[in-house]
């Protein structure tokens, strides 16, 4: 069911504000890859927040590092971007294809189908990786993998 703003269909596949969702929150993005590429999360006065986690238990999180790793990257230092965080990459294919693929599906263009290996991977292989990855991460012999 899709309601109307004066003529224009708001709701539901093909209204404006399902296609408009899509490339606002692409928008949206880009500003937040631009402010991260500007500001340096291991600045002194960064205005970045800090993990949580790390702040409650002194332990790095799987996720620390992605914020300076995608600063790293975003300024085209691809060793650091991953020395912060291995996952750095893997995040932003994912956040790109994700997005590609949703902005598709607003347009009515065909969906992209991912290979069942890789959906597998994606439901098994990812988890127990990050899990793993987050432990090692805080072993004194692997403390290299620390951000």
Known sequence: MSSTVGSLPVAGHGGWLHRAA???CGAAGCAAAAYVALNDPSAAASTFPACAFRLTTG???????????????????????????????LVLIALIYGWLRWTR?????????????????SWTVLPVAVVVYGVARNLPPLRALAP
Not at 62 to 79: I, N
Not at 105 to 113: K, L, M, T
């Open 22 to 24: 899509p490339l606002a």
């Open 59 to 89: 332990l790095w999180c799987p996720g620390c590092g992605l914020t300076r790793g995608f600063h790293h990257l975003f300024r085209a230092d691809v060793a650091a971007a991953v020395a912060s965080n291995v996952f750095v990459p």
């Open 105 to 121: 599906h607003a347009f009515g263009r065909r969906q992209w189908v991912l290979p069942a290996a890789v959906v597998r991977a």
